[in-house]
């Protein structure tokens, strides 16, 4: 457990439907890299509708800690004075990124390739993740990491003084690890090269294009080849961050399934490796639609309308996981108030999230009383019956199963309640009054009786 204090809270069924217009944080993975870039960039970074959630907040801190001035002008709005590519200097403190996976693996690309010794360590959600799959491929650069049992956090680094390019192919589809190599990449002289078998999120390729570098990308069956240009002078560039469309996914589901509803979310990116969950939610029934397409920052955006309607289950495939790896949570929920069986194929990675998210989403809906089968990897949920509810969800340190099971409990017969709802706050702050502003009548979000929130 955490040592702060817990936040439990129940969600109800509303007295009234989700209504209205709303706009959601900005999104994590771009809000990341958007500081990163900033920092290895020369001159100042503009950076607009940044997600001043926990996970982005460290590291902005961290990019300070390496001498990044990053400064904050009001909300979302934030400016990145960057040292240049190969510029950063050694931290004089231990960095803490919490509960970020993105932040840590991400980071230890750019530690791997700068001539320094840093530490990084991280919540105890951080400390049990996998760290092998970015500190294997980089020491190819000449990077030293020493971590704990299984290379995990916290971890010593020592940076390589003359770092070389990697080529690799990413066998597991991660945009992490991908991300974490391409960053080292930048202070290398000659041509770093990935294979990834499976396209992921390609926001790190957008961003590297934004602020002036060499990068190549090809396709190669279902994933990519991207070959980037070593030791470029990374130019400041402005960034709008979008609204995140793994956030949006929350209010987006709830409008679904509470009869009724209908809600407009605006500014949502809709990077195409990133749009599984609507994709499958179309073909479950969902009447959803995107209006106002347009492309801001080099990414495209668009506003999403979603209206009540019955759901069914559909088959999933793996192919799809890489572009909803994060929603899969919500969508079991969507899928138990789904008419039939929904089978949801090629989760393993789910194993490795904030938690182990494949086998805490079917704890969640089976202490619900929703009937689910775990087989191998493959997550089957059987709709059809009206979701019982009733039940505390445990979520383990992980804001997205805090959130599905809220969302849950918003059309479940009777109320769910959750151990702990603090981290929501590290991708979704105002996650709580935002669902409850679109409901009129008594918050259906709140503490337990005798809880404050
Ligand atoms: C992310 C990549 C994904 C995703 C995470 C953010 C990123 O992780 O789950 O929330 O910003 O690159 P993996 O790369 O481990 O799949």
Request: net charge negative; aromatic share 4%; proline share 8%.
């Amino acid at each position: 457990m955490h040592n702060v204090a817990l936040r439990p809270l129940v969600a109800r069924r509303p007295a009234a439907p989700l209504a209205g217009t709303l706009r959601v944080p900005g999104d994590k993975s771009i809000s990341h890299r958007a500081l990163m870039f900033g920092a290895l960039a020369v001159g100042e970074t503009r950076i607009s509708g940044l997600l001043e959630g926990e996970d982005v907040l460290r590291t902005a801190a961290a990019m300070r800690m390496l001498g990044a001035e990053v400064t904050q002008d009001g909300p979302g709005a934030w400016r990145v004075a960057g040292r240049g590519v190969g510029g950063l200097a050694e931290p004089a403190d231990v960095l803490d990124m919490g509960n970020s996976g993105t932040a840590a693996r991400l980071l230890a690309g750019i530690l791997a390739s700068h001539p320094f010794f840093s530490v990084m360590t991280g919540d105890a959600s951080l400390r049990r993740r996998p760290m092998r799959r970015v500190t294997e491929p980089l020491a190819a650069c000449g990077a030293r990491f020493t971590g704990r049992s299984g290379g995990r956090l916290p971890l010593a680094i020592e940076g390589a003084a003359d770092p070389l390019p990697i080529e690799y192919r990413v066998p597991v589809p991660s945009a992490q690890v991908k991300s974490a190599l391409l960053l080292a990449g930048l202070n290398a002289p000659g041509i770093t090269r990935i294979e990834e078998p499976e396209a992921t999120r390609d926001h790190s390729e957008n961003m590297l294009r934004h602020f002036g570098a060499e990068i190549v990308v090809e396709t190669r069956g279902a994933g990519r080849v991207i070959a980037l240009v070593g030791q470029p002078e990374l130019h400041a560039a402005d960034v709008a961050v979008p609204g995140d469309p793994s956030s949006a996914a929350f209010p987006l589901v709830a409008a679904l399934l509470v009869p009724g509803s209908s809600v407009r979310i605006t500014g949502v990116g809709l990077n195409p490796l990133r749009c599984g969950l609507f994709t499958t939610l179309r073909e479950m029934g969902a009447d959803l639609r995107v209006e106002n397409e347009r492309v801001e920052g080099g990414e495209p955006v668009g506003d999403i309308v979603a209206n009540h309607a019955p759901l069914r289950g559909v088959e999933v495939p793996p192919e799809r996981a890489p572009s909803m790896i994060d929603e899969f949570p919500v969508l079991a929920v969507a899928a138990a108030f789904a008419e039939g069986l929904t089978h949801m194929r090629g989760l393993q990675e789910l194993r490795v999230k904030e938690s182990d998210r494949l086998s805490a989403t079917a704890a969640l809906l089976t202490a619900n009383g929703v009937r689910v089968e775990i087989l191998g990897d493959d997550l089957i949920v059987h709709g059809g019956r009206p979701p019982a509810g009733g039940a505390t969800v445990a979520t383990h340190m992980d804001h997205r199963l805090a959130m599905s099971a809220l969302v849950f409990g918003l059309a479940a017969e009777a109320p769910v309640a959750v151990d702990d709802s603090a981290f929501i706050d590290t991708s979704f702050p105002g996650f709580v009054d935002l669902m409850n502003g679109l409901i009129a009548g008594p918050a259906p979000i709140a503490a337990p009786e005798g809880n404050a929130v």
